[in-house]
């Protein structure tokens, strides 16, 4: 079964802990995997998208790569204004569409205190 | 002008009320879509848009009747909806409809959040 699965699915950290984030997927021709950040009450927000396996794209504190298998988002020297759910979604061919579906994960709602 | 506009922010309306959702973008965007969030769960993708056309459907209950009356305008119509229905309501667009050639990305409005008591 195609699956998008995130970890953890919550993470509480100190301002300037580094951290990351886990999206692993179990999808069969896959065509592009997006980090998107969602703030409450708000509409996800694109963040990064990665095509293949041992890609990297950086975006300040922020650095997203890709495996065959997951994705990771790292968190370098957080702000308490990077505080929100972080959402991984992977476009992939459906069985029986000829569109790339794109499928959610759960998300990862990230807190960081001062 | 990178902007998913959504009207009205809040609505509340009752189980025997026709409220319509509104969602405009002027980037020239030829794809749209309506997605519905319940709390703490991920979008999950209602209809699309492609060239002003229903392009997908994704077995939703008929009381969601969706429209696009140009390029830029998306609305959805609500017509006898349950409590459960209520939810986070967000449109998005893109350049064209993801296809498994594309790598499409997505801009989100901030959605209108639906109570339906």
């Known amino acids: 079964e195609d699956q998008v699965t995130q970890s953890p699915e919550a993470l509480r950290l100190q301002e300037g802990e580094s951290s990351s984030l886990n999206c692993s997927y179990t999808?069969?021709?896959?065509?592009?995997l997006f980090w998107y950040r969602q703030d409450p009450g708000k509409g996800p927000e694109f963040l990064f998208t990665?095509?293949?396996a041992g890609e990297e794209k950086e975006k300040e504190r922020l650095k997203a790569t890709l495996t065959k298998k997951e994705s990771f988002l790292h968190i370098t020297a957080p702000k308490p204004e990077d505080s929100a759910t972080y959402l991984c979604?992977?476009?992939?061919?459906?069985?029986?569409?000829?569109?790339?579906?794109?499928?959610f994960g759960q998300g990862t709602i990230l807190t960081v205190h001062p | 002008d990178t902007e998913v506009t959504q009207t009205p922010k809040h609505l509340v309306m009752g189980m025997t009320n026709k409220k319509s959702l509104k969602c405009e973008q002027h980037m020239g965007h030829r794809a749209m879509y309506w997605y519905k969030q319940k709390a703490k769960k991920p979008p999950e993708l209602m209809f699309v848009?492609?060239?002003?056309?229903?392009?997908i459907n994704e077995s939703v209950p008929s009381r969601f009747s969706p429209e696009c009356p140009n390029s830029s305008l998306l609305n959805l119509h609500l017509h006898a909806l349950q409590p459960e229905d209520s939810a986070l309501y967000l449109c998005?667009?893109?350049?064209?409809?993801?296809?498994?050639?594309?790598?499409?990305?997505?801009?989100f409005g901030s959605g209108t959040q639906l109570s339906v008591l």
């Open positions: 979604a992977v476009r992939y061919l459906a069985g029986g569409t000829s569109y790339g579906k794109l499928t």
């Open positions: 999808v069969s021709g896959l065509r592009g």
């Open positions: 998005a667009s893109s350049q064209e409809e993801g296809t498994i050639t594309t790598n499409e990305k997505l801009f």
């Open positions: 848009y492609s060239y002003e056309k229903l392009s």
């Open positions: 990665l095509y293949s």
